[in-house]
């Protein structure tokens, strides 16, 4: 089993970019589909965005599509998420999350993964 680390979050104002990427250990990182969600307060985890094994297939929340690029890079073990146009709802815990899966599947709920990074703040100021 892998695991993931998160990584490029922080403070941006609304309007601006960040691309978030998470690592990934282990040989068999290109066995896994992969996704973003994110947990603003208060809230329940929300699926973002969800890429296939293949990086053939993607699939994105209606929140976020035309502003945000799921992408992966399997020689590099990394999953990016690139965030443009970003808004203050927006802010949250993004974590990313894989799954041995399917190699053209994409996988849109939290309970369909086991494997789960620590997190990392987007904060977007208004």
């Known amino acids: 089993q892998v695991q993931l680390v998160e990584s490029g979050g922080g403070l941006v104002q609304a309007g601006g970019s960040l691309r978030l990427s998470c690592a990934a250990s282990?040989?068999?990182?290109?066995?896994?589909?992969m996704g973003w969600f994110r947990q603003a307060p208060g809230k329940e985890r929300a699926f973002v965005a969800a890429i296939s094994r293949s990086a053939g297939i993607t699939y994105y929340a209606d929140s976020v599509k035309g502003r945000f690029t799921i992408a992966r890079d399997n020689a590099k073990n990394t999953v990016y998420l690139q965030m443009n146009s970003l808004k203050p709802e927006d802010t949250a815990v993004y974590y990313c999350?894989?799954?041995?899966?399917?190699?053209?599947?994409?996988?849109?709920?939290?309970?369909?993964?086991?494997?789960w990074g620590q997190g990392t703040q987007v904060t977007v100021s208004s």
């Open positions: 999350a894989g799954v041995i899966g399917k190699y053209y599947t994409t996988y849109r709920t939290s309970d369909a993964y086991d494997t």
């Open positions: 282990g040989r068999t990182f290109s066995s896994y589909a």
